[in-house]
């Protein structure tokens, strides 16, 4: 484990001190997450970014005042030297509280974030290759 996070696999777990039921159901949904049927990178040929569970509750601020909870986020985060890596970054209580169906909603959702900036690169890249 390096600078707090576990990496295994496609979910990477942020070190925690939750209550230890808290933990169990945590556990749960990312063996969901891992033994899932579908292999995003072989469904969508593309690699699927990490998933990061966040131990935290994400909070946006509009300029209205109100606030609200996000269930997730996708960020560039150092993965090696001079190498960064989108990661999606989903909180705890979405991942235990959130239908299956919605998880993997809002996995979708963040990874057209990752995607959409660097899809037109793929797209003109294809085009040339194939003429």
């Known amino acids: ?40 990178n072989r469904d969508l040929h593309l690699a699927f970014p990490p998933v990061k569970i966040l131990p935290l509750c994400l909070m946006s601020h509009l300029s209205d005042g109100t606030r609200t ?13 001079d190498v960064a890596i989108y990661v999606i970054q989903v909180t705890a209580a979405t991942l235990i509280e959130s239908t299956p169906e919605s998880i993997l909603g809002t996995l979708a959702h963040e990874f057209l974030h990752a995607v959409y900036p660097v899809a037109p690169y793929g797209a003109d890249f294809d085009r040339r290759r194939t003429h």
């Open 1 to 40: 484990m390096m600078d707090g996070v576990r990496r295994s696999g496609r979910v990477w777990r942020q070190a925690h001190a939750l209550p230890s039921e808290v933990a169990v159901r945590i556990d749960r949904r990312i063996a969901w997450l891992e033994g899932g049927n579908s292999d995003p």
């Open 69 to 81: 909870c996000i269930p997730a986020r996708v960020r560039l985060r150092p993965y090696q030297q």
